[in-house]
C-alpha cells in the first residue's frame, strides 16, 4: 500500500510542478514590471518597496492553466490615513491591460500574457501586526516567516502535493464563496504536520472537537487559546494560529461544510488511493438529470451572471445569490440534489433536483381584520385558524421552471440590488 501511494504522490508532484519553462517566463515578466514600477515610484518620490508575495516568492506554487502572482507596495507607515490604492494607481500611467478590483482595499490586476496575470496590493508597512488596518498587511510576515522556517525541499513538495488535493476537493480558497484553505494556512500545516500523508491522516481520524494548532507556542494550552482570542476568530473547526500574530487564526475563514467535504476526501484517499483524488472532477449532468427524472423529481439548470470583478467579489456575490435561491425554492419543493459551479470569471452555473410539496401553508391577515380575512378566503378555499390568525392549505400546481420564471419578474429589483446581472433556464 504504501509504495502504491509513495507512486501516487510522485506523479501528482510531477505534474503539478510549474514547467522550467513557465518559471523563466514568470521571472522575466516580473523583473521587467518591478523595474518600470521603481521608477514610478522614484519619481512620484513615494517612500515605498516592492515585495514579491504568494506562493511564487515562497515556491510553494503549483501548475495551472493561468497564473497569478502578487505583488505587494509596501508603503511606510506614514501613508496609513492617505488612500494608498489611489496612490499606487498613479504608478500605473503607462500600463496597459489594467483592471481595478474593489475590496475593503483596492488592488490591481495586470495582464502580462493570455495565462499570466500580475496582482498589485498596496499596503502599509506595519512592525506590529496589532497595527495592521487590512490583512494583506501581514503578508510581508508571513512570506519571511514561511521562507525562514520552509527550507527543506521535502516539504516544500509536501505543500504542492496538498494544495493539489485541496483543488481537486473543491477545499482550496478562503474565499466566501469556498470558505476553505488558504494557500498560507496549508502551508504552515504541511510545516506543523510535517508530510501531506500525516496531515490528511489526522484530519481524518478527529471525532469531535475542535484542532487547535500553536506551531509557536504562544499559549499554555487549549483553553488559554480559547480564553484569549476573540469569539469571531474561533467559529472554525480548525484553530490554526498565526505564526506571526498569536491572535489571529489563519484558518477562521474554513466553514463546518468544506471541512466535513475535505475530511471525507481524506478517508476515501487514504481508504482507497487513486490519482484520481487529485483531479478536477466535473459535475456529470446528465447523469444526474437521468437520476432526478427516474425518481420523478423534477431537474432544472440555471445560467447566473454577475457583472461584478471575476475572482473573490464576483464568485461571493453569485454564491449569495445561489443560497437564497435556494431557500426560494424550498418554500414549495423539497430539494433532493443540488450544485453550484463557479467558473472563476463573472458567470456560474447551478442545478436542483427537486419534488413539489403535497401542499404548503399561507399564512393570512389575523382574525381582528375583517375586509382582508374576506379577501384571503377568496382567494383560498381550504382555510383554518390558529393563534389570531386565518391560514390556507394551498397544493402547488406549477413546475420548477415556471416558478423560476415567474420568481425572477416579481422580483427582478431585488435579483439587481444583488449584483445579479442574469438568470437564465439553460434546461
Avoid at 91 to 115: A, M, P, T, V, W
Avoid at 122 to 127: D, R, T
Avoid at 240 to 260: G, H, W
Wanted: proline share 2%; hydrophobic share 35%.
Amino acid at each position: 500500500m504504501s509504495k502504491k501511494v509513495d507512486d501516487i504522490l510522485k506523479e501528482v508532484l510531477a505534474r503539478v510542478e510549474p514547467s522550467k519553462e513557465d518559471l523563466k517566463k514568470i521571472k522575466k515578466s516580473l523583473s521587467q514590471f518591478k523595474e518600470k514600477v521603481e521608477k514610478q515610484i522614484k519619481r512620484h518620490k513615494l517612500d515605498a518597496v516592492i515585495f514579491e508575495g504568494g506562493s511564487f516568492a515562497k515556491k510553494t506554487m503549483i501548475k495551472k492553466d493561468s497564473y497569478d502572482i502578487d505583488i505587494f507596495i509596501r508603503f511606510d507607515e506614514k501613508y496609513k490615513k492617505e488612500n494608498i490604492s489611489e496612490l499606487t494607481g498613479k504608478l500605473f500611467n503607462e500600463i496597459k491591460n489594467i483592471s481595478i478590483i474593489h475590496g475593503s482595499r483596492d488592488y490591481f490586476q495586470i495582464k502580462s500574457s493570455q495565462n499570466f496575470f500580475i496582482e498589485v496590493i498596496p499596503v502599509i508597512k506595519v512592525n506590529n501586526p496589532k497595527k495592521a488596518e487590512n490583512i494583506t498587511d501581514l503578508s510581508y510576515s508571513h512570506v519571511k516567516y514561511i521562507n525562514k522556517k520552509i527550507k527543506n525541499p521535502k516539504i516544500l513538495d509536501e505543500i504542492k502535493i496538498a494544495k493539489a488535493f485541496c483543488y481537486a476537493a473543491k477545499t482550496y480558497g478562503a474565499e466566501s464563496y469556498i470558505n476553505g484553505f488558504s494557500g498560507y494556512s496549508l502551508e504552515l500545516l504541511i510545516y506543523y504536520y510535517k508530510s501531506f500523508l500525516n496531515f490528511i491522516k489526522a484530519i481524518a481520524r478527529h471525532n469531535q472537537g475542535k484542532i487547535i494548532i500553536d506551531i509557536e507556542k504562544y499559549y499554555k494550552n487549549k483553553n488559554d487559546v480559547l480564553l484569549d482570542m476573540n469569539s469571531s476568530k474561533l467559529g472554525s473547526p480548525i484553530i490554526l494560529i498565526d505564526p506571526t500574530y498569536k491572535q489571529r487564526n489563519a484558518l477562521a475563514a474554513l466553514s463546518e461544510e468544506t471541512f466535513k467535504r475535505f475530511r471525507q476526501a481524506s478517508k476515501k484517499f487514504l481508504k482507497n488511493p487513486s490519482i484520481k483524488d487529485f483531479e478536477m472532477k466535473k459535475i456529470d449532468l446528465e447523469k444526474i438529470k437521468k437520476e432526478a427524472l427516474n425518481k420523478k423529481n423534477e431537474f432544472i439548470l440555471l445560467g447566473l451572471k454577475t457583472q461584478k470583478p471575476a475572482g473573490a467579489v464576483a464568485g461571493s456575490k453569485l454564491l449569495k445569490f445561489y443560497n437564497h435561491l435556494e431557500n426560494e425554492i424550498k418554500r414549495f419543493y423539497e430539494i433532493k440534489n443540488k450544485g453550484f459551479d463557479y467558473n472563476q470569471g463573472n458567470c456560474a452555473e447551478c442545478f436542483f433536483s427537486a419534488r413539489k410539496k403535497k401542499e404548503i401553508i399561507i399564512e393570512g391577515p389575523f382574525i381582528k381584520d375583517k375586509n382582508n380575512i374576506k379577501k384571503f378566503k377568496k382567494l383560498h378555499k381550504k382555510t383554518f385558524y390558529k393563534s389570531n390568525k386565518i391560514y390556507a392549505h394551498e397544493k402547488i400546481n406549477f413546475t420548477l421552471k415556471k416558478f423560476i420564471e415567474d420568481w425572477k419578474k416579481k422580483y427582478q429589483r431585488k435579483i439587481n440590488e444583488m449584483s445579479i446581472s442574469g438568470l437564465k433556464v439553460v434546461e
